[in-house]
């Protein structure tokens, strides 16, 4: 063996090793960023729920963002006090966060609902739903095995009677039960008092009353009841334009299935707030 060839290619391999090292050093000081201790004080006044609902990755990302100059009222579930806290911390004036809820369109509840299978298998609302759009002979309803309410790191959804429920007074809105729901019939909608279709199927209304008896059937009654123009029938379901609705309740109160419902809660007003915050 060549003890000299070997020594030299050790030697070789340290040297490398010692100037990558020092190279790294190097870089790291150069483009190392100050650390902005907002962002940590931010960070302890967020939730920390990291439910996304703001539009990042969790609430460390967000506060990063709010430094860099993001909107400090995303925080759907911390609401108008963390966005008062946020705005002390950045020197700024608070902003108001529209309060939201989450609601669940569809009401095939298990003595009404159509199953068209027996499913056996893993309780997962996905993994149903992969075969055959699942067992529910309506294939836009509610599953029932609550991948939403393992979703919910609040405690605002339950399952009853075979369809996922949403405690109003928990729930803020924050938006992880509707990524979770693989068919897509949670919506989350601003507080106040608002009407909203709790269906999704837009099957004829002959075909889906044989399916559940509380689906929307298309008939119109809603579209012509409402004198603002803010209920219209598309595609055989009834959709509610929240901009317009005021919540007078004469499409719910005509709706023959009773398949449109009310969001009750109002707003609480930023300056309300603010007067709540400072009396803590």
Known sequence: ???????????????VGGVSAIMLVIADILMSVPNDERVDAITAVLPGA?????????????ALAIV??????????????????????MGTEAVDVIESVAVVRCRGYCEIAVEKY???????????AGFYKGMMACSYGCLGFGDCVSACKFGAMTIIDGV??????VCNGCGACAAACPKKIIDILPLGKKSYVSCTSKDKGGVSRKYC????????LCQKACELNAVSVVDNLAVVDNEKCTGCGACAKVCPTGAVGMIWAEQIPLEVSIRSFADE
């Open 1 to 15: 063996m060549d003890w000299n060839a070997v020594i030299s290619a050790v030697v070789i391999l340290v040297a």
């Open 50 to 62: 990291n439910c996304g609902a703001c539009g990042y990755a969790g609430c460390g990302d967000y």
């Open 68 to 89: 860099s100059g993001a909107e400090i009222n995303q925080c759907v579930p911390g609401g108008d006090k963390t966005s008062i806290a946020i705005a002390e911390i």
């Open 118 to 128: 027996e499913y056996i298998g893993i309780d997962s609302c996905t993994a149903s």
């Open 164 to 169: 996922a429920n949403c405690d109003q007074e």
């Open 213 to 220: 008896s509380n689906s929307c059937i298309g008939c119109m």
